[in-house]
Nanobody, 116 residues
Framework: QVQLVESGGGLVQAGGSLRLSCAASGRHFSNYVMGWFRQAPGKGREFVAAINGKGDSTDYADSMKGRFTISRDNAKNTVYLQMNSLKPEDTAVYYC?????????WGQGTQVTVSS
């Protein structure tokens, strides 16, 4: 079982930045594919970004490319999402995700609100 705890959400003005963190349990963190997803009010959960176990391969949703950066620190069992140039439409609950073999794990989410 993998437990994920997100932090770093909050209220920010449009154009501002936030960095989300997700701390993961387990001894095999460097084998986890980690990702971020988000869910805005009244909408489905959507993919934001993902990073492989070594941290040398990343993927982003088109609308986040150039503004968001995913990274990880395997020594700290933590994955990050640096979000710059935030827009009101980025307002959502952001969820951390871990994939490890057949397991798919989710954090409880952290709220990000971008005011115009």
């Amino acid at each position: 079982q993998v437990q994920l705890v997100e932090s770093g959400g909050g209220l920010v003005q449009a154009g501002g930045s936030l960095r989300l963190s997700c701390a993961a349990s387990g001894r095999h963190f460097s084998n986890y594919v980690m990702g971020w997803f988000r869910q805005a009010p009244g909408k489905g959960r959507e993919f934001v970004a993902a990073i492989n176990g070594k941290g040398d391969s990343t993927d982003y949703a088109d609308s986040m490319k150039g503004r968001f950066t995913i990274s990880r620190d395997n020594a700290k069992n933590t994955v990050y999402l640096q979000m710059n140039s935030l827009k009101p439409e980025d307002t959502a609950v952001y969820y951390c995700n871990a994939q490890y073999f057949a397991g798919n794990y989710w954090g409880q989410g952290t709220q990000v609100t971008v005011s115009s």
